[in-house]
């Protein structure tokens, strides 16, 4: 099992970025996908999430109207596009997988990480 996060940059506040987290070694119709990001100095924490079916989303309220999830099963792909970027959205983003129907906001329930990817938003 493998997941490849790609994407990240550096951007002008305003600006727009997609994530992609390319995964292998299993099917998307069989696990939940959730995107995580670690700021420096701070706690890793839930960006967003979809579920095995691709039909249920969650966000975290920070980026809830700027950032949406999607799923390809067919390319084995989850993509991040992250709008409307702030200062406050620089981190390394992770995406991670669940053996789970449901998503979950728990870093500690995803059983696969993906190396990150460095997000830079410049005020």
């Known amino acids: 099992v493998q997941l490849q996060a790609s994407g990240g940059g550096m951007v002008q506040a305003g600006g727009s970025l997609r994530l992609s987290c390319a995964t292998s070694g299993f099917s998307l119709d069989d696990f939940a996908i959730g995107w995580f990001r670690q700021a420096p100095g701070k706690e890793r924490e839930f960006v967003s999430g979809?579920?095995?079916?691709?039909?249920?989303?969650d966000y975290a309220d920070s980026v809830k109207g700027r950032f949406t999830i999607s799923s390809d099963s067919a390319k084995n792909t989850v993509t991040l596009q992250m709008n409307n970027l702030k200062p406050e959205d620089t981190a390394v983003y992770y995406c991670?997988?669940?053996?789970?129907?449901?998503?979950?906001?728990?870093?500690?329930?995803?059983?696969?990480w993906g190396r990150g990817t460095l997000v830079t938003v410049s005020s």
């Open positions: 979809i579920s095995w079916s691709g039909f249920i989303n």
């Open positions: 991670a997988a669940t053996p789970a129907i449901t998503i979950s906001r728990n870093e500690y329930t995803y059983r696969y």
